[in-house]
C-alpha cells in the first residue's frame, strides 16, 4: 500500500507561485505512476498533471500547460507540483495520486492512492 502525504498549499495573490510536495511511502514505488489532480467547491475532480515514475512521460491539462510543471525527487520520494502564474481559477483542493504500472493516465478512475489533499487559494 502506498501513502500520500500533500504539503505546500495556502493563499497566494494572482500571478504568485506555490510548490506543492507529495510524500510517498510504500513498497517499489517505481512501479507506480503518479499525478495531480485538483477539485473546486461543486465541481467534479480534474485531471492537472501525470508523471511515469522515470520522468519519461508527461501529460499536462491544456489549462496549467507551461504554468504548471510535475517533478519527483528521488532521494526523498517526494513528488511535486511547481504551480508559477496563478490564477483564481485554479484555486482549489488539491490532490496527490498513484497508480499502479508505470504510465501515468489522465482518468481519475485510473488511481489507486490518494493523499488527503491540500488547499491552494488564489486571490484576485
Known amino acids: 500500500q502506498v501513502q500520500l502525504v500533500e504539503s505546500g498549499g495556502g493563499l497566494v495573490q494572482a500571478g504568485g507561485s506555490l510548490r506543492l510536495s507529495c510524500a510517498a511511502s510504500?513498497?517499489?514505488?517505481?512501479?507506480?505512476?503518479m499525478g495531480w489532480f485538483r477539485q473546486a467547491p461543486g465541481k467534479e475532480r480534474e485531471f492537472v498533471a501525470a508523471?511515469?515514475?522515470?520522468?519519461?512521460?508527461?501529460y499536462y491539462a491544456d489549462s496549467v500547460k507551461v504554468r504548471f510543471t510535475i517533478s519527483r525527487d528521488n532521494a526523498k520520494s517526494t513528488v511535486y507540483l511547481q504551480m508559477n502564474s496563478l490564477k483564481p481559477e485554479d484555486t482549489a483542493v488539491y490532490y496527490c495520486?498513484?497508480?499502479?504500472?508505470?504510465?501515468?493516465?489522465?482518468?481519475?478512475?485510473?488511481?489507486?492512492?490518494w493523499g488527503q489533499g491540500t488547499q491552494v487559494t488564489v486571490s484576485s
Open positions: 495520486a498513484f497508480r499502479r504500472g508505470n504510465l501515468p493516465r489522465v482518468n481519475v478512475l485510473e488511481y489507486d492512492y
Open positions: 510504500g513498497r517499489t514505488l517505481s512501479s507506480y505512476a
Open positions: 508523471m511515469s515514475w522515470s520522468g519519461s512521460i508527461i
